[in-house]
C-alpha cells in the first residue's frame, strides 16, 4: 500500500522556466511533509519542507504547496536550472514521535539547457 | 554540519554471505535509519533505532537485523544474502527523540551487489 504517491516518473523542462513536480498521499495522520533532491551516488539532500497547518512554504527558488483537503502537495522550482536536475523525492510524516518517513517513488527532473 | 558517514560506497559480496553495513553520525542524534531505494519505488524503511540498543521494525524487515551499541552508530545485518537485496543502501539520522517534524540528514548509500 503505497501511502506516498508520485506518479510522474520523470519530467523535463527548459532552463528558466518553472518545474511543478507533484505528490500526492493517503494517510490523514500526516502532518509533515518533505522534499528531497538526489544526485546520483549522493545521499537524498533536504530541501524544503511544510507542516500541516500551512499551505505554503518559500525558500528562495523552491515554494512547496499542500492542500490538505486534496491530501496533495507540489514543488515549483523557479526559475529552474539545469544543476536542479535530479531526482526529486517527496516524504510524508505523522502519527509517531520517531520522525519516521514515508517516501514517494520519486520524479526524474531533467532542466534542458 | 551534520556528517553520516557509510562505511563503503560499493560492495559486492556472494549469496549466503553475513554483510554487514555501518553507519557513524557525528553531531550526537538520537534517531538513526535504514532504508533502501531500488528504481521505481522510492527509499523503504528498513530499521530504526530511536535510542542505543533500541530498535524497531519498519516497512521491510525482513532478511534484515540491526545493531545500535553506541550512540554514533548503527549497523545494518543481512544475515544471509540474497540476490534480491542487492539494492543501494541509505543510513540517516535526526537529532531529537520525541519530535516528528524534523528532516533526516543522509549518507551518501552504499550499493550493494549480491551474486
Known amino acids: 500500500d503505497q501511502q506516498v504517491k508520485q506518479n510522474s516518473p520523470s519530467l523535463s523542462v527548459q532552463e528558466g522556466r518553472i518545474s511543478i513536480l507533484n505528490c500526492d498521499y493517503t494517510n490523514s495522520m500526516f502532518d509533515y511533509f518533505l522534499w528531497y533532491k538526489k544526485y546520483p551516488a549522493e545521499g537524498p539532500t533536504f530541501l524544503i519542507s511544510i507542516s500541516s497547518i500551512k499551505d505554503k512554504n518559500e525558500d528562495g527558488r523552491f515554494t512547496v504547496f499542500l492542500n490538505k483537503s486534496a491530501k496533495h502537495l507540489s514543488l515549483h522550482i523557479v526559475p529552474s536550472q539545469p544543476g536542479d536536475s535530479a531526482v526529486y523525492f517527496c516524504a510524508a510524516s505523522g502519527g509517531t514521535s520517531y520522525g519516521k518517513l514515508t517516501f514517494g517513488q520519486g520524479t526524474i527532473l531533467t532542466v534542458h539547457p | 554540519d551534520v556528517k553520516v558517514t557509510q562505511s563503503s560506497r560499493y560492495l559486492v559480496k556472494r549469496t549466503g554471505e553475513k554483510v554487514f553495513l555501518e553507519c557513524v553520525q557525528d553531531m550526537d542524534h538520537e534517531n538513526m535509519f535504514w532504508y533502501r531505494q531500488d528504481p521505481g519505488l522510492g527509499l523503504r524503511l528498513i530499521y530504526f533505532s530511536y535510542d542505543v540498543k533500541m530498535k524497531e521494525k519498519g516497512d521491510i524487515p525482513e532478511g534484515y537485523s540491526v545493531s545500535r551499541e553506541k550512540k554514533e552508530r548503527f549497523s545494518l545485518i543481512l544475515e544471509s544474502a540474497s540476490t534480491n537485496q542487492t539494492s543501494m543502501y541509505l543510513c540517516?539520522?535526526?537529532?531529537?527523540?520525541?519530535?516528528?517534524?524534523?528532516?533526516?540528514?543522509f549518507g551518501d548509500g552504499t550499493r550493494l551487489s549480491i551474486l
Open positions: 540517516a539520522s535526526t537529532p531529537v527523540q520525541g519530535i516528528s517534524n524534523q528532516p533526516q540528514h
